[in-house]
C-alpha cells in the first residue's frame, strides 16, 4: 500500500479488511426487529437478540463496522475521563453505581463472548489511567478517584505511571483491557447469520412509519417491516425525538506509529488536557507496539484548520515519546449528550417499539456493547436496572445539562439564523477561481451558497451548501476532503455523498 494511502487509513480496518458485501435485500422483508446501523451498538444489539431466537434483520447504509466503530481508539473501560464525580453531584450516588455497573458489565460480557466463540481479536488486559499534568487539577482526579471508588470501581489516585513523562497525578482503575474492535465485530457478524440473523450493507435507510408493524423504507424504495426498530446510527436519523437538541458532535484525530516494546506504555491512558490526549498501544510484532494518539477535538465544520491539528497531534507525541514515524492517520465523530450519560432507550415518549443508542461521549465500545444488551432486555420485555438511568426521555434537568444544553443550542441557532441570512457574506470565498486543488469552500453563484471543491486534477466539483439534515451550511474539511455540517455533524463527501448521518440524502449538484 503506497503512503499517502497508509497515511489516511483506519488501522483497524486496514488489518481486519471488509469481506464479500451483504447485498442490500432484493424485495421488502418482514422481521420481528430491524437494527438501523451495524457499528458496535446495532451489531451486538442484533446478535443478542438473534441468540434469543428474535428473526433479526440489520440494516447499514455503508459496510458493516466500517464508521465511528472501524476508526475508535478500541478501549474497553468503565473510567471516561472525569464522570463519576459529575455523576455524584448531579444524579446522585446511586446513577454513578449504575453507571459503573452496567460499564463493567459490558467488559466482562465482551471478554466472555470473545472466549465462547474463539475470536482472536488482541483482547488485552490494560490499567486505564485519566491523569493530569497540572498541579491546580489533583483536586478533582482525587475527587473522580473517590467517586468513581464509591461507585463500585477499584480505583485510586496515584502519582506515578508508566509514561514517559511526568505527572501530576491520575485516576487508576486496574482490570480494564483494549482489544481489535473490528476482529471482534466481524466475528459477532458472523455468528449472527450462523443464528439466521439477515444482514444487508448499502442499505440506506430513509424512512421509518410506527406503527404495528413499524414499516422502514430504503433509498432504493424497499420496505422493511417490522414489529419492533432499532436505530442506531450513531446519530438518530429520525428527529421525531428532538434529540439533536441533546446531543452535540465532535471529531477528534488519531495518528499511530510503531514503537520500541520496550518504550511502550502499557496502560490505557487519557487526560482532559491540551484539548484531550488519550494515549494506547496495540500488537505490532518484531518486538514493537503501534502507539495510537487521539485529541484535538473539535466540532465538525466549524472551520478549523484540521490539517494544523493533525501537525499538533504528531507533535504532541514526538515531544513525549521521541522519535516517530507515522504509518496511519485518521478521524472519527462521536456525539456528547449533554448530561454526558448515553441516550439508550424508547425514541421518544409516545413510541412503543421503536429503540434508540446514541451520545457516546466518545467511550462507544463499552456503552455500544451495554447497549445492545440493555435494548436486547428492552425489546424482549425483561427488566435492567439501569434502563432508568439511560433512558432518552429522562427529563432536562437545568443542574445536569443546563450549561452544555444552552452553549450546543446557541452554536446551532447561530448557524440556524446566520446560514439563513443570504444577504450576509457567511463563510464564502470570492470565486471559484480563488480556490487552489485540493481545497473547497463555500461560493456566492447567482445568490446561492455552492459548495465548490477542486480535486488535485484541477476538476470543479459543484453542490449545494446546505445541509440536507436541517439546512445549516456545511464547511469543508481540507485535510478529510468532505464537507461537514457544523450542526449535527452530518459529513458529506466532494460530490455530495453522505458520508455520515443524521443526513440521509445527499447535497444537491449545482451547476456552475
Given at each position: 500500500m503506497d503512503e499517502p494511502t497508509r497515511l489516511h487509513a483506519s488501522y483497524w480496518i486496514e488489518t481486519a479488511p471488509p469481506g464479500d458485501l451483504a447485498p442490500p435485500p432484493d424485495g421488502d422483508l418482514t422481521v420481528e426487529v430491524a437494527v438501523v446501523g451495524a457499528g458496535i451498538a446495532g451489531l451486538c444489539t442484533a446478535w443478542e437478540l438473534a441468540r434469543r431466537g428474535r428473526q433479526v434483520a440489520l440494516l447499514e447504509a455503508d459496510r458493516i463496522a466500517a464508521g465511528v466503530t472501524g476508526h475508535t481508539t478500541a478501549k474497553l473501560t468503565a473510567l471516561h475521563t472525569l464522570i463519576y464525580d459529575r455523576l455524584r453531584r448531579t444524579r446522585g450516588k446511586d446513577a454513578a453505581r449504575l453507571y459503573?455497573?452496567?460499564?463493567?458489565?459490558?467488559?466482562?460480557?465482551?471478554?466472555?463472548?470473545?472466549?465462547?466463540?474463539?475470536?482472536?481479536?488482541?483482547?488485552?488486559?490494560?490499567?486505564?489511567?485519566?491523569?493530569?499534568?497540572?498541579?491546580?487539577?489533583?483536586?478533582?482526579?482525587?475527587?473522580?478517584?473517590?467517586?468513581?471508588?464509591?461507585?463500585?470501581?477499584?480505583?485510586?489516585?496515584?502519582?506515578?505511571?508508566?509514561?514517559?513523562?511526568?505527572?501530576?497525578?491520575?485516576v487508576r482503575v486496574e482490570e480494564q483491557a483494549q482489544f481489535h474492535p473490528r476482529k471482534y465485530l466481524l466475528a459477532l457478524a458472523a455468528d449472527l447469520r450462523r443464528l439466521g440473523g439477515q444482514v444487508h450493507e448499502h442499505t440506506r435507510v430513509v424512512g421509518l412509519s410506527e406503527g404495528e408493524p413499524c414499516v422502514l423504507t430504503t433509498e432504493d424504495g424497499v420496505k422493511v417491516r417490522a414489529g419492533a426498530v432499532v436505530v442506531a446510527t450513531h446519530y438518530p436519523i429520525f428527529d421525531r425525538a428532538l434529540l439533536f437538541t441533546r446531543l452535540s458532535p465532535r471529531r477528534e484525530l488519531v495518528v499511530a506509529a510503531p514503537i520500541d516494546a520496550s518504550r511502550a506504555p502499557t496502560g490505557m491512558y487519557i487526560t482532559p488536557e491540551q484539548n484531550t490526549r488519550s494515549v494506547r498501544t496495540a500488537p505490532h510484532g518484531d518486538g514493537q507496539r503501534l502507539l495510537i494518539v487521539t485529541g484535538e477535538h473539535f466540532t465538525p465544520g466549524a472551520g478549523s484548520d484540521v490539517e494544523e491539528r493533525f501537525e499538533a497531534l504528531s507533535s504532541w507525541a514526538v515531544d513525549r515519546f521521541g522519535e516517530l514515524t507515522f504509518t496511519?492517520?485518521?478521524?472519527?465523530?462521536?456525539?456528547?449528550?449533554?448530561?454526558?450519560?448515553?441516550?439508550?432507550?424508547?425514541?421518544?415518549?409516545?413510541?412503543?417499539?421503536?429503540?434508540?443508542?446514541?451520545?457516546?461521549?466518545g467511550w462507544g465500545l463499552s456503552s455500544g456493547i451495554m447497549a445492545g444488551r440493555l435494548l436486547c432486555d428492552l425489546v424482549t420485555g425483561r427488566e435492567t436496572p439501569w434502563s432508568e438511568l439511560y433512558d432518552p426521555r429522562r427529563v432536562l434537568s437545568v443542574l445536569r445539562e443546563g450549561k452544555g444544553f444552552v452553549k450546543h443550542q446557541a452554536d446551532v441557532a447561530r448557524h440556524f439564523v446566520g446560514d439563513r441570512l443570504q444577504h450576509l457574506p457567511g463563510p464564502s470565498t470570492a470565486s471559484v477561481d480563488d480556490i487552489a486543488p485540493g481545497d473547497g469552500a463555500v461560493v456566492h453563484v447567482s445568490g446561492k451558497r455552492c459548495a465548490v471543491h477542486r480535486d488535485e486534477d484541477g476538476k470543479v466539483h459543484a453542490v449545494s451548501a446546505k445541509c440536507t439534515h436541517l439546512g445549516?451550511?456545511?464547511?469543508?474539511?481540507?485535510?478529510?476532503?468532505?464537507?461537514?455540517?457544523?450542526?449535527?455533524?452530518?459529513?458529506?463527501?466532494?460530490?455530495?455523498?453522505?458520508?455520515?448521518?443524521?443526513?440521509?440524502?445527499?447535497?444537491?449538484?449545482?451547476?456552475?
Open positions: 459503573a455497573t452496567s460499564q463493567t458489565d459490558a467488559i466482562r460480557h465482551a471478554a466472555e463472548v470473545a472466549e465462547e466463540l474463539g475470536i482472536d481479536c488482541e483482547w488485552e488486559a490494560a490499567a486505564a489511567y485519566t491523569y493530569a499534568e497540572d498541579e491546580d487539577r489533583t483536586d478533582e482526579l482525587r475527587a473522580e478517584a473517590d467517586a468513581a471508588r464509591e461507585a463500585g470501581l477499584a480505583a485510586e489516585f496515584v502519582t506515578g505511571t508508566d509514561l514517559p513523562y511526568p505527572v501530576a497525578g491520575a496511519h492517520r485518521w478521524a472519527t465523530q462521536d456525539n456528547d449528550s449533554t448530561d454526558s450519560v448515553p441516550l439508550v432507550g424508547p425514541l421518544h415518549p409516545a413510541t412503543r417499539h421503536v429503540h434508540v443508542a446514541t451520545g457516546f461521549g445549516c451550511l456545511v464547511a469543508f474539511n481540507r485535510a478529510e476532503r468532505a464537507w461537514e455540517c457544523p450542526c449535527h455533524g452530518s459529513r458529506f463527501d466532494p460530490d455530495g455523498r453522505v458520508v455520515q448521518g443524521p443526513a440521509v440524502r445527499p447535497l444537491e449538484p449545482r451547476d456552475i
